[in-house]
């Protein structure tokens, strides 16, 4: 299994410019979701997904879209980008499980730089 | 709303000594908590979990941490620090609500940075 993967690694954008950043798991988990990564401030959760066609906000939702047309792919979206959107971004994935009996993993992550 | 509070944001231990990692969390009902570990330029993985039962959880490379309710703590210790375990480290919680739903809709800290000298 390649576990949760994460494209591209690094990204440079200019204000205002659009780009889609990639998640896809193997596990064939149904919840996925995207978390930003800012320092001092933890990770924090923009959307998630508990199956294909159904996704819901977060803590941090305004700049972003998300669509969920299969169980494996979780793409974010970035419609026009901001220097406040300059982060680190997490995707992750789980079974729908009791907790007791399930586990989050992480993708690699994707540094994201808006100039 | 529920939040994690991590004190320190970087802890200097010398290999070889304890390693003890704070985290409080605000809630009135008790959630589930949970400790990962984030290697340079990697995600994040799970180090333990406090669900429910036994309040002194072990988790990975031989970490553990004991929920203590009194206290609303969920302190990560480990006996002896080795260089390897350098890393940040993120205390997390459930809100309650969504513990038995399967989401792990997690509330995380501001993190701590271990360094480990030799």
């Known amino acids: 299994n390649a576990g949760v993967t994460q494209t591209p690694k690094f990204q440079v954008l200019k204000t205002g410019q659009s780009m889609t950043l990639q998640c896809a798991q193997d596990m064939n988990h149904e919840y996925m979701s995207w978390y930003r990564q800012d320092p001092g401030m933890g990770l924090r959760l923009i959307h998630y997904?508990?199956?294909?066609?159904?996704?819901d906000q977060g803590e941090v939702p305004n700049g972003y879209n998300v669509s969920r047309s299969t169980t494996e792919d979780f793409p974010l979206r970035l419609l026009s980008a901001a220097p406040s959107q300059t982060s680190v971004y997490f995707c992750?994935?789980?079974?729908?499980?009791?907790?007791?009996?399930?586990?989050?993993?992480f993708g690699p992550g994707t540094r994201l730089t808006v100039l | 709303a529920q939040s994690v509070t991590q004190l320190g944001s970087h802890v200097s231990v010398s290999e070889g000594a304890l390693v003890l990692l704070r985290c409080n969390y605000s809630?009135?009902?008790?959630?589930?908590l949970f400790w990962y570990v984030q290697y340079p330029n990697q995600g994040l993985q799970l180090l333990l979990k406090?669900?429910?039962?036994?309040?002194l959880v072990k988790g990975i490379n031989g970490f553990e941490a004991e929920f203590k309710k009194s206290e609303t703590s969920f302190h990560l210790t480990k006996p002896s620090a080795h260089m390897s375990d350098a890393a940040e480290y993120f205390c997390?919680?459930?809100?309650?609500?969504?513990?038995?739903?399967?989401?792990?809709?997690?509330?995380f800290g501001t993190g701590t940075r271990l360094l480990v000298s030799p």
């Open positions: 406090y669900t429910t039962g036994a309040t």
């Open positions: 997904s508990v199956g294909a066609g159904i996704t």
């Open positions: 997390a919680v459930s809100p309650p609500g969504y513990m038995n739903t399967g989401f792990q809709k997690l509330v």
């Open positions: 992750a994935s789980s079974y729908l499980r009791p907790v007791e009996y399930n586990e989050q993993f």
């Open positions: 809630s009135s009902v008790p959630p589930y």
